[in-house]
């Protein structure tokens, strides 16, 4: 293991982006506490910053600018630690390169820091979620030491450190964002996962979905021969010049006798990912179906909240695109009462119209310019004015043996903070519900 605490201690680190989530409060405490010099940029003021601030009043070793970024301090730094959604074509990222500066992420600076800790990597559009928390479940239960990081809320990449010690596992969800650091890098996970690849966030990468699936090829661009890609049922004949074992996860290899609690065709897809990962690991057969078996839906992705009256409710707040929230349709045989809408992606929408008719017998439509695309009049759609009016409205309209499914199919900033926030705001909502 490097010996973090003098790796860090005294370099001057500039920090784009501060941010909510609470993500990178943890990597900024982190290096304040290893004695570094921390300026944090972000274009958000500091008011709208005040809560993620206060978090960190009591080091003086941290710095703001604030509601700008300013040049001269990205060359006056040892590295800069860049944040999820930096724009591509960001000239301060851009002038930090004229002038020789590394650019870090937090993950992959992690795994560059942990040579000797085995690294299990997850990406995707969909599902990665969760096939990294069903892997880091099996491998619980098989005994080893493993840990949990990436794009998991909560979670910080850094601050992993401190917990890790050589011959241990950690697993990784991976957004393609946080893979530009891998690229940035010329690193990859020692066993990655590419769950499926779809159109997303389109809007950061205008319109380029080359450019897109180049951020997620990381996960696999630099593995070595003796590395493994487990790839999705759908990824096959995606990916080429391969340098690593590849495996292509199989629904069919899943047994017929395991009962499995994941609702939907997708989550089985999740778990055969999930189960190739334990073979690969040597994980026993009987403790992977015990952990399958026992294991729920994750917070906000088709997530069981609340049965009222004999309706069920479903949480799927994570369902940010189309695709995703087709999947959720499908994962039920009866039609459904639909919550959806936000803030468009600059994403199709035409199979989710067209599928919206004979799966929902009801669409409460949220504001937002995403839900402005949905114009289908096929559809028996009332358009509501927040999340709470369109609680109320479907539990008016239901019946016993209904389901309320909220899967938005858009991103959620034009009304919360993000979707873990959208989906707190409707677990709250559905807890008053009576």
């Known amino acids: 293991m490097t010996?973090?605490?003098?790796?860090?201690?005294?370099?001057?680190?500039?920090?784009?982006?501060?941010?909510?989530?609470?993500k990178r409060l943890g990597d900024i405490a982190f290096l304040a506490e290893c004695g570094a010099e921390v300026l944090v940029t972000d274009f958000k003021s500091t008011e709208e910053l005040a809560p993620s601030i206060e978090k960190l009043a009591k080091y003086k070793n941290i710095e703001y600018v604030l509601g700008e970024h300013r040049l001269e301090d990205f060359e006056n730094c040892d590295f800069v630690l860049k944040g999820q959604g930096v724009p591509l074509d960001s000239p301060y990222i851009a002038h930090a390169r004229e002038k020789g500066i590394p650019i870090e992420m937090d993950e992959s600076l992690f795994v560059k820091l942990t040579p000797e800790v085995k690294i299990v990597g997850v990406t995707g559009t969909r599902g990665k979620s969760t096939?990294?928390?069903?892997?880091y479940e099996i491998l619980k239960a098989s005994g080893a030491r493993v840990h949990l990081g990436g794009n998991i809320k909560g979670t910080a990449a850094l601050p992993l450190l401190k917990e890790v010690k050589d011959?241990?596992?950690?697993?990784?969800?991976?957004?393609?964002?946080?893979?530009?650091?891998?690229?940035?890098?010329?690193?990859?996970?020692h066993i990655s996962v590419f769950t499926n690849f779809m159109p997303d966030h389109m809007n950061y990468y205008k319109n380029d979905i080359k450019q897109y699936f180049s951020d997620k090829e990381h996960i696999y661009k630099f593995q070595k021969a003796n590395d493994v890609l487990v790839l999705g049922s759908s990824m096959k004949g995606m990916v080429e010049a391969v340098k690593s074992k590849v495996i292509n996860a199989d629904v069919g290899s899943i047994p017929k006798n395991w009962k499995v609690k994941l609702k939907g065709g997708h989550n089985l897809e999740n778990i055969a990912c999930a189960v190739e990962v334990a073979k690969v690991l040597d994980v026993p057969e009987?403790?992977?179906k015990k952990v399958v078996e026992n294991f729920g839906a994750i917070s906000g992705r088709l997530e069981l909240v609340k049965n009222i009256?004999?309706?069920?409710?479903?949480?799927?707040?994570?369902s940010t695109t189309p695709d995703a929230t087709m999947a959720a349709l499908n994962s039920f045989s009866d039609k459904v009462i639909l919550i959806m809408g936000g803030m468009d992606k600059g994403l199709d929408v035409k199979e989710l119209e067209a599928v919206l008719p004979k799966?929902?017998?009801?669409?409460?439509l949220l504001p937002g310019s995403g839900s402005e695309k949905i114009k289908n009049s096929n559809i028996d759609l009332q358009k509501v004015s927040d999340l709470k009016e369109a609680v109320q409205e479907a539990m008016k309209q239901a019946k016993d043996g209904d389901v309320i499914l909220f899967s938005p199919a858009f991103a959620s900033f034009n009304m919360f903070k993000n979707e873990y926030d959208r989906g707190e705001k409707f677990m709250e909502i559905v807890k008053d519900l009576k």
């Open 167 to 189: 011959g241990d596992i950690v697993v990784l969800e991976l957004s393609s964002w946080q893979l530009q650091g891998f690229g940035e890098a010329k690193i990859s996970p």
């Open 359 to 364: 799966n929902t017998k009801k669409v409460l």
């Open 131 to 135: 096939v990294t928390v069903l892997i």
């Open 3 to 22: 010996d973090f605490r003098s790796y860090f201690k005294g370099k001057r680190v500039t920090v784009v982006g501060l941010g909510l989530l609470g």
């Open 309 to 318: 009256r004999g309706v069920d409710i479903y949480n799927d707040t994570n």
């Open 286 to 288: 009987e403790i992977t």
